[in-house]
Nanobody, 122 residues
Framework: VQLQASGGGLMQVGDSRTLACKAS????????MGWFRQAPGKEREFVAA????????YYADSVKGRFTISRDNAKNTVYLQMNSLKPEDTAVYYC????????????????WGQGTQVTVSS
């Protein structure tokens, strides 16, 4: 499976943006998916995850209520709708495919995409 993230860019505080992560080469609908981010000088952190069916979702406390993860299995794509963006949301955002285990455990994720840069300017 290959994952391609897109949709990042330069935004202002309070803006909204939707990131997309398109999968190819595998059975996308069989896997839970996650979004992570890594800010300069910081470790990569969990942002959100979505189950393969029913659409159960999980969020980091820092984005809960502002970000929404969703998926379209027909398009092999997972989305991250980001609202009320803050400077601390600035990071490279990665999507990944979850193989099993707990959604917070990064070791359970594979096939990381190349990332898309999100920069929120104040």
């Amino acid at each position: 499976v290959q994952l391609q993230a897109s949709g990042g860019g330069l935004m202002q505080v309070g803006d909204s943006r939707t990131l997309a992560c398109k999968a190819s080469g595998g059975t996308f609908s069989s896997y839970d998916m996650g979004w992570f981010r890594q800010a300069p000088g910081k470790e990569r952190e969990f942002v959100a995850a979505i189950t393969r069916s029913v659409g159960g979702t999980y969020y980091a406390d820092s984005v809960k209520g502002r970000f929404t993860i969703s998926r379209d299995n027909a398009k092999n794509t997972v989305y991250l709708q980001m609202n009320s963006l803050k400077p601390e949301d600035t990071a490279v955002y990665y999507c990944a495919l979850k193989l099993g285990g707990h959604y917070l455990d990064q070791q359970q994720y594979a096939h990381w995409g190349q990332g898309t840069q999100v920069t929120v300017s104040s």
